[in-house]
């Protein structure tokens, strides 16, 4: 029964280039949640989807920023002309969302850094 | 507004001491749940216990217990008897049940051999 799987785990950009995480939640599993962490920081909340639909993306930046979680396949959140400030890890996690206040299952993160 | 606190940034103890994370939170609804997760080194955190508002039994699941005050809006987090492999980040959540949780800033724990 596999967990939450996250690729790649490592991935370095070049400013102004494009990063690509992908999260493939565990089975069963229709609500993805992306969080992005900073060096020494907590958990910050980015965007909360079902499958084809964005429900809650108040964390997400407005620009350069997108997410995505396709009928068929594992959501991506998209980060389009990278800045060295997108260094970060960024974590996926995962639940069945069939009521609020259910945990959440994390995937190992990426962490990507911009050179 | 929602609001997680963790007071203490960083904790250190010697093996076989006992440990409290204070968690301090802050909302408006009558509603909501409570969280403990773990980030060991390796980076994936882990869920460990989950407390809705209506729930203020505190919990013993071996040598982790918790104890949850509505009075004082915490919900700390003891390790009794404490071991290396404790040695992780901890993070307190806030979920009012919109499917969106707020993650205190966590604290981090050293247990020395």
């Known amino acids: 029964n596999a967990g939450v799987m996250q690729n790649p785990r490592h991935l370095v950009r070049r400013r102004g280039q494009e990063a690509r995480l992908r999260c493939s939640p565990m089975?069963?599993?229709?609500?993805v949640y992306w969080y992005r962490q900073l060096p020494e920081e907590g958990l910050k909340f980015m965007v909360y989807l079902q499958k084809e639909n964005i429900i809650d993306e108040s964390g997400m930046p407005k620009e350069r920023f997108s997410a995505e979680f396709p009928k068929e396949g594992p959501s991506i959140l998209r980060i389009q002309q990278v800045v060295r400030g997108d260094s970060a890890a960024y974590f996926c996690?995962?639940?069945?969302?069939?009521?609020?206040?259910?945990?959440?299952?994390f995937g190992p993160g990426t962490r990507l850094t911009v050179l | 507004a929602q609001k997680v606190t963790q007071a203490q940034t960083e904790i250190s103890v010697v093996e076989k001491e006992d440990v409290t994370l204070d968690c301090v939170y802050e909302t408006r609804d009558t509603t909501y749940y409570l969280f403990w997760y773990k980030q060991p080194p390796s980076g994936e955190l882990v869920f460990l216990i989950r407390?809705?508002?209506?729930?203020?039994q505190n919990e013993i699941s071996g040598r982790y217990s918790w104890n949850f005050q509505k009075s004082t809006s915490s919900f700390n987090f003891t390790i009794t008897a404490s071991q290396v492999v404790d040695s992780a980040v901890y993070f307190c959540?806030?979920?009012?049940?919109?499917?969106?949780?707020?993650f205190g800033a966590g604290t981090r724990l050293f247990v020395k051999a």
């Open positions: 959540a806030l979920d009012t049940g919109g499917f969106k949780t707020i």
């Open positions: 407390r809705n508002s209506f729930d203020e």
């Open positions: 996690a995962s639940n069945p969302g069939t009521t609020g206040g259910l945990e959440q299952f």
């Open positions: 089975k069963g599993h229709s609500h």
